[in-house]
């Protein structure tokens, strides 16, 4: 009789994260290079940001105190976004403008054209505005030496965007860490050739592949891996000395041929089964000389992926040293299933009503099964159903996280 240590999502994930510890390497990169990763160090502003007092619209630079309504304004020029010149005019006068370009210095107000009429000699001022209006001020966002950017925020796209604007080509980041991925099953080719009896197409690589990219580490996977226990320990042993982290799908149950069950457990592997579903089998270990942490992941596509959110990223984000993204809450608005016993991680669309509460609905129309790949595609986010919930009823509140 086969039996495991049984544990709660939690309980596996401490088991997890014991295995990793922040990466003490920092590189400096330029900003594309950076996506994903965590600032090491805080970033301020070379300057201020906007540099230079600028027009928000398009329409014409004034001095405020000529403005009375219907006034005739002469118009004595143009400046356009990254016009060198600052223009001067007299009592009376205005300059067309763009947005985006320097407020001239003897201006200090922008009508929107659309408050404005040309006609003879100029162009009518159909609404008056006050002093600033519509005038960007330098420094307003940032001023020179501000913080834009503090230590340890992961560098999505804003943050990299703040960066550039903030005049700062490159970054302090946590060197990427690299992670070996290896797809086990005798029953794997790769997508494009003829599918024998009983093969189907590898698609574990690419998931996790693709998520680890996504979650800024540098995935390496070695050449094609058979289901031996030789085949799959030299793979490990190839991959160990370059890797922070070894990522094994499929193999992880309590088959005979579960070859990577077998493989680590000769290495001291801890097997368990985790109360989720889908993902209930899970294993860990260390390999090799550097004892280099291995996460084993269950092989259905579905178990693959969830378990790597659940599991995986949470150990890059502590690599990393950034916190996990926490979890909101939506109202489901179908109902549906949930086993027994078992925290149920369901892909869910979601959605906004017209009062501003996130809604959830399952992304599959036939239910969350572990083997059915696609269940992710139209899916934002997870949905977990506790342990003790049988069935989740419409209108009821589950918990959310919404996929990076
Ligand atoms: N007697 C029991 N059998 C099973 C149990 C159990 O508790 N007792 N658990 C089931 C659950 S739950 C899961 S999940 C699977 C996990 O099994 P393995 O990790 O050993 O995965 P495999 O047997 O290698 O594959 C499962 C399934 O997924 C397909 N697969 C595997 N790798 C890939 C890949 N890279 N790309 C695409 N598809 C893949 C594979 O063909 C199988 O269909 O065990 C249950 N059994
Ligand atoms: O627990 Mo398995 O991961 O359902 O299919």
New binding site residues.
Partial sequence: M?S?VLLNVEEYLAEVLALVTPLPDVERVALREASGRTLAEPVLARGDVPAFANSAMDGYAVRSADLVPGVTLHVAGEVLAGASEDPVFGGCACVKIMTGAPLPSCADAVVPVEQTTPVEGGVRIDAVVERGRHVRHAGEDLRAGDLALDAGVRLDAHALAAAAAAGVPTLACVRRPVVGVI???D??IPPGQALGRGQ????????LAALLTRDGATPRTPDAVR?TPEDLTAALDALAPACDLIVV???????D?????IVLEAGGARFR?VRM?????QGWARWGAGGVPVV??????L??AISYETFVAPALDRLHDRPTPGWSVAVATVGWDSPPGRRQLIPVVLDVDTTGRQLARPAHRRGSA??M?TSLVLADGIAAVGEDVTTVAPGDLVAVRRLP
């Fill in positions: 086969v495991r797809a086990t099953g029953e794997l189907i197409f590898e698609s574990n690589g690419t998931l289901d799908s499929g193999g992880v149950s309590v088959g041929a579960d070859v990577t069950r089964h579903q889908p993902g209930k089998p084993a992941l269950p092989g259905n596509p178990s693959a572990s083997h790949v």
